[in-house]
């Protein structure tokens, strides 16, 4: 009775495990040990920077749904980096937004396709409502009026610094070149 109980909780166990790993695995929900981050530079047509951005990765679904949804603010400099498996048109919401942002849309070849200055809904409005599209395989997300302090402009260049989350990963610095998992439709 004793060791039928055992192998049971056992198998209870191992299925929960399981079924965490295919969540991890299919980006339904974010490891809990770290944040992928990135370092995005805007340059001018003589390659010049314009702005570096220290900015936090949505590659997955759930990431690129929730977006800045979570946070009180941005300094300047700082940022949400979303990665898409290609370049298609993007639409993006401020859904429960906080805070006004420039939304700047980036093609396959880097290079920027639409800078939006989005605004955060009024307490009684839906951000769902307030849509903004572009160009996109990439699309950076910064305070509100830091694309025009820092000049960036359709056309600029974008060069992506990746650096993984996890020790595991060996490519630490690399330039961003994954093939994260297929998206839906418009998030934030």
Request: negative net charge; hydrophobic residues 40%.
């Amino acid at each position: 009775m004793v060791l039928e109980r055992t192998w049971k909780a056992l198998l209870v166990v191992a299925l929960l495990g399981v079924v965490a790993l295919v969540l991890l695995q299919t980006g339904a929900v974010s490891v809990p040990w770290g944040e992928d981050r990135a370092e995005v530079r805007v340059l001018d047509e003589d390659g010049e920077p314009r702005a570096t951005v220290e900015v936090e990765v949505a590659d997955t679904w759930s990431e690129r749904y929730t977006g800045l949804s979570e946070h009180e603010s941005l300094e300047d400099g700082e940022g949400m980096l979303f990665v898409h498996d290609g370049e298609a048109e993007r639409t993006y919401v401020m859904r429960e937004m906080d805070f006004d942002i420039d939304i700047i849309f980036v093609d396959a070849d880097r290079e920027i396709t639409e800078i939006e200055h989005a605004r955060a809904p009024e307490p009684d409005e839906d951000g769902g409502d307030l849509e903004y599209t572009g160009l996109a395989q990439w699309v950076l997300e910064v305070p509100r009026g830091y694309a025009n302090e820092t000049g960036m402009a359709v056309g600029d260049e974008v060069e992506i610094e990746y650096e993984p989350a996890t020790d595991s990963d060996a490519d630490s610095g690399s330039d961003f070149d994954f093939d994260p998992e297929p998206d839906s439709d418009s998030h934030e």
